[in-house]
């Protein structure tokens, strides 16, 4: 069993920033491709960003490109998302999920754990 638990959402200015983080247990964290998700009020959860096992490999929706940064320390079991020029269509509920293999992938079925997620809201 994999248990994942996300930090660091809350209550963030537009431009704002905010590092997310998934501390991860119960299994060799290493060897798994690593994602963000997230869903806001009324809407279907959706794929934000995704990790290889060794960091080398990494996939972002369009909206959140340039803005988003994942990076994963394989010595501590984390994965982070840093965000930066937060807008308010930002705000939702983000999720981590890990996958048995290391192979990247963006849909919500191809994941085997998942965290309870964390709030960011993004308004002045």
């Known amino acids: 069993q994999v248990q994942l638990v996300e930090s660091g959402g809350g209550l963030v200015q537009p431009g704002g920033s905010l590092r997310l983080s998934c501390a991860a247990s119960?299994?060799?964290?290493?060897?798994?491709?690593m994602g963000w998700f997230r869903q806001a009020p009324g809407k279907e959860r959706e794929f934000v960003a995704v990790?290889?096992?060794?960091?080398?490999?990494?996939f972002y929706v369009d909206p959140v490109k340039g803005r988003f940064t994942i990076s994963r320390d394989n010595a501590k079991n984390t994965v982070y998302l840093q965000m930066n020029s937060l807008k308010p269509e930002d705000t939702a509920v983000y999720y981590c999920?890990?996958?048995?293999?290391?192979?990247?992938?963006?849909?919500?079925?191809?994941?085997?754990?998942w965290g309870q997620g964390t709030q960011v809201t993004v308004s002045s």
């Open positions: 990790i290889s096992g060794s960091g080398g490999s990494t």
């Open positions: 999920a890990a996958r048995r293999n290391d192979i990247v992938a963006i849909t919500t079925t191809a994941y085997d754990y």
């Open positions: 119960g299994r060799t964290f290493s060897s798994s491709a």
